[in-house]
């Protein structure tokens, strides 16, 4: 996106930007290079002015949603208070994820926290006993954090507020790994999220249960090191496409980057010279090129003595243009994210699933049944998305089945039953012999509803004839063995047509039949890197504009199984996938056989990661294939 074909640079306008509120830290943790005094050459040492950021805000109105903390502690910083006031007048979303330790808190912050809606707060503690947790933060005091996070808490339920959303975040190093499981303990109780994070220095206090500590994490990868040999790229590289998406920048304007970068500037201010100017400066366009392995390595760029890119010239391994992809400038005003209300009701949603799942099953499924009804119910929308109204149709559902004629009558009761009912229906046979074609007559009554037949040549394929048999300008999937929830459709296709920065929604799973979400409801955050690995959104959960199909093709027919994993990573390629909190679909396995049942998953499996390996490399050209299927069959 960035060289491509000799053209020129497209101008970064990011509509998210960290812009640190204080470098200054209180606490001494022996890795950290504040600690070290290893920042005082490129961060140096200050705290954002309030008449700074007014300017800031003021003049560069597509910047919707900014990140205030990185090397220092943003407590420290006596004009915080006023700064989330202006940020909230001006309807700037803050957050405050990279991190805190918030061992000095005023109570006017903590008010503010609340009452001006920061979205979330990430605190570093890494320990759940106070002898544990001085060991590295070192000054600190365990039980000043905890009455802390208490009287957050405590304001957010005189507010009536579910902001900001608490994150407890455990750095594990030996001294501490035995406590992972009463921190988890402790973070539930206090209805945070718990996100445990591999150390940047594995010399310091480096794990001793290795085990242990994987049983406890989920993954095999216990230090940076193990990291890189199993995914082969750096822990944590996602920090690079920060150049693209929400550039750092320093309290005293001074354009950094990345949130690791603390031995060199780029050149430029945003204060002085304008941030689009400063963004799109000459250093961070070369460095960008960089970054895609189009631009040699220069000893200007502070890219070029971090350890993020000299692992990516090591293996030839560079991001992908695809991956960094943004909307012109012209655009860039439109921020790709739902408003405040809904917002907060996807933080309400995450805090309660962290919470249930730290509880015995036993014990949370009152929870659980509560949340569920919850979020079954029609989700309240903002005005601006009540009133979108979409060309009529406005989706088209693609249905395959196979042999269900026992079951796909409830499938479709459960789209008629949809609150809401502009949709038209593709029910695509696959060349069942039990009687499925006979169930067309049933549904003549309803013109939303089209049944279409083909000889038995997969689900693969069923899907791609539904999809070029589609009118509505969005798309949306059930299989014949799952039921929709009746408010879906109503939350997802008004906060896509509303929202044109966004391609693909998808909302939550009930299921009873996944060991990995215990809860029974599958609802993550999306992470491209995690979806690499391995899928987490259910195709019966998502909603996506049918352009997308025209840009990125359709279902890849060589494959099996898992076309869904694979159709899903090429939609959300240029753009994250965002999350609706309602439930979706209740997944089923009513007879025993899924759709691709007996179909070989682990060879399909590898045949997707071969596609998405290397990537620098496009995976096997389906628009292609897509477009030869059309044409095939307008001759047919």
């Given amino acids: 996106m960035l060289f491509m074909s000799g053209a020129a640079p497209v101008r970064m306008l990011p509509n998210r930007v960290r812009l640190e509120a204080s470098s200054f830290c209180q606490l001494r943790c022996p890795s950290c290079p ?54 909230h007048r001006k ?15 005023k109570e006017e912050q903590i008010e503010a926290l609340v009452k001006y809606q920061v979205r979330i707060v990430t605190c570093s503690i890494d320990g759940a006993s106070p002898e544990t947790y001085r060991v590295y933060r070192v000054r600190g005091d365990f039980d000043v954090v905890m009455e802390n996070i208490g009287k957050i808490n405590a304001c957010k339920a005189r507010y009536g507020s579910q902001l900001p959303r608490l994150v407890w975040q455990f750095v594990i190093f030996g001294h501490n790994e035995h406590e992972l499981p009463l921190a988890r303990q402790m973070a539930a109780r206090l209805g945070m999220e718990f996100r445990p994070k591999l150390t940047w220095d594995d010399k310091f206090s480096p794990i001793r249960d290795k085990a242990f500590v994987r049983a406890q994490i989920a993954q095999r990868a216990v230090t940076r090191e193990e990291f890189e040999r199993e995914h082969g790229e750096k822990y944590a590289s996602g920090i690079c496409h920060q150049l693209w998406r929400d550039p750092q920048i320093n309290w005293d304007g001074r354009i ?29 366009v070369y460095a960008r090129g960089m970054l895609t392995g189009q631009n040699p390595p220069r000893d200007d760029i502070p890219c070029t003595t971090c350890e993020l890119y000299e692992g990516m010239r090591t293996r030839s391994r560079f991001i992908a243009p695809r991956e960094v992809k943004r909307e012109p400038a012209d655009a860039a005003a439109r921020t790709g994210v739902f408003r405040p209300e809904v917002q907060t009701r996807i933080a309400e949603v995450d805090t309660e699933l962290a919470a249930i799942a730290a509880m015995p099953r ?121 039921l929709w929830f009746p408010h ?4 997802a296709v008004p906060l896509l047509h509303a929202t044109p920065a966004a391609d693909c929604v998808y909302g939550a799973m009930a299921s009873d039949l996944h060991p990995q979400w215990p809860h029974g409801i599958v609802f993550d955050r999306f992470d491209r890197a995690r979806l690499l690995r391995e899928n987490f959104i259910d195709l019966n959960t998502l909603v996506h504009r049918r352009s997308l199909i025209e840009t990125h093709g359709g279902f890849d027919e060589r494959l099996d199984r898992l076309v869904d994993w694979d159709l899903v990573l090429r939609l959300t390629r240029d753009k994250p996938a965002l999350r609706i909190p309602v439930l979706a679909v209740q997944y089923r396995a009513v007879d025993g056989q899924r759709v691709s ?36 069959s307008r001759q047919s």
């Avoid at 309807?91 to 808190?105: D, F, K, P, Q, S």
């Avoid at 399909?604 to 477009?627: C, E, M, Q």
Wanted: aromatic share 8%.
């Fill in 34 to 87: 504040t600690t070290t005094g290893a920042i005082g050459a490129a961060v140096g040492g200050g705290f954002l002015r309030i008449e700074d950021f007014r300017k800031f805000v003021d003049a560069n109105p597509f910047v919707r949603q900014i990140e205030i903390s990185n090397y220092g502690e943003i407590f420290l910083n006596p004009q915080l208070v006023s700064i989330l006031e202006y940020a």
């Fill in 256 to 284: 950094l980057g990345c949130c690791r970068n603390f031995w060199g500037d780029f050149g430029g201010n945003a204060f002085t010279d304008g941030a689009a100017e400063s963004l799109n400066n000459e250093k961070m």
């Fill in 597 to 632: 049942a007996g179909r070989s998953l682990q060879r399909n499996r590898a045949a997707i990661r071969r596609k998405w390996a290397a990537p620098l490399l496009r995976p096997v050209d389906v628009p292609l294939l897509s477009r030869l299927m059309r044409r095939i």
């Fill in 488 to 491: 879906f459709l109503a939350a």
């Fill in 362 to 482: 036993a014990q949370s499924q009152r929870r659980v049944q509560s949340l569920k009804d919850s979020m079954a119910a029609p989700l309240r929308l903002p005005r601006a998305e009540r009133n979108a109204t979409p060309p009529s149709p406005a989706v088209s559902i693609v249905l395959p089945t196979y042999n269900r004629a026992g079951f796909l009558g409830e499938a479709i009761a459960s789209v008629q039953a949809q609150s809401f009912a502009d949709w038209e229906l593709l029910v695509v046979d696959d060349g069942s012999s039990d009687g499925t074609g006979a169930l067309a007559a049933n549904y003549r009554a309803d013109p939303r509803i089209r049944f279409v037949a083909q000889r038995h040549t997969g689900h693969a394929a069923a899907r791609n004839l539904g999809l070029r048999l589609a009118r509505g300008a969005l798309i949306a999937y059930l299989d014949s063995d799952n």
């Fill in 91 to 105: 309807n700037v979303a803050i957050t405050i994820e990279n991190g805190v330790n918030l061992n000095h808190v």
